[in-house]
């Protein structure tokens, strides 16, 4: 079935780096746009950042701009998120979900990840 | 960057109410706007996309209207398991944002 399994959440310091993962089963991984959503303890979503199905684009909120980095290895359906200079307010869980339809800039997001969650504490 | 602003925050309901929640955009986003349901501890599930398309499976008490700046996400007829959170989602554009949530619980 469509499935995405999100790993490599835990517990690191301020200023610490992370990397997260996201593997991809069920469908055609380098048809579709891929995102990184988190949600912080208690609070909304906030969308972090896209990634084009073919790896050319890629866009991200500005509080994240310059300390993670999205990336994609579509030989190996797996979706990534690189975390630098990491801070107390980048605690939460990290979804990442699939555009619903492919190959389009306009789409919502239909399949996610059950999230992997990231503390940030000394 | 485009504010996605709903209303209410919290509303209290019985079973076999019709609810309606309001999603205001800073900006026209034309119909691009997704309704998702979260329930606590888990990732939420697409509800509406395209502001009015009923995603596969959803059942048919959910609805959404509304085009440009307005839109709305209605429950004909309140279920024990429609108790829970529902986010709007703009992808008209980047950075993508959604509302700030509406809880809905039992009166």
């Known amino acids: 079935q469509v499935q995405l399994v999100e790993s490599g959440g835990g517990v690191v310091q301020p200023g610490g780096s992370l990397r997260l993962s996201c593997a991809a089963s069920g469908f055609t991984f380098s048809d579709y746009a891929m995102h990184w959503v988190r949600q912080a303890p208690a609070k909304g979503l906030e969308w972090l950042a896209v990634i084009w199905h073919d790896g050319r684009n890629k866009y991200y909120v500005e509080s994240v701009k310059g300390r993670f980095t999205i990336s994609r290895d579509n030989s190996k359906n797996t979706l990534y998120l690189q975390m630098n200079s990491l801070r107390g307010e980048d605690t939460a869980i990290y979804y990442c979900?699939?555009?619903?339809?492919?190959?389009?800039?306009?789409?919502?997001?239909?399949?996610w990840g059950q999230g992997t969650m990231v503390t940030v504490s000394s | 960057d485009i504010q996605m602003t709903q209303s209410p925050s919290t509303l209290s309901a019985s079973v076999g109410d019709r609810v309606t929640i309001t999603c205001r955009a800073s900006q026209s986003i034309s119909t691009w706007l997704a309704w998702y349901q979260q329930k606590p501890g888990k990732a939420p599930k697409l509800l509406i996309y395209d502001a009015s398309s009923l995603e596969t499976g959803v059942p048919s008490r959910f609805s959404g209207s509304g085009s440009g700046t307005e839109f709305t996400l209605t429950i004909s007829s309140l279920q024990p398991d429609d108790f829970t959170t529902y986010y709007c989602?703009?992808?008209?554009?980047?950075?993508?944002?959604f509302g700030q949530g509406t809880k809905v619980e039992i009166k």
């Open positions: 989602q703009q992808y008209n554009t980047y950075p993508r944002t």
């Open positions: 979900a699939r555009d619903r339809d492919e190959m389009t800039t306009l789409s919502s997001f239909n399949i």
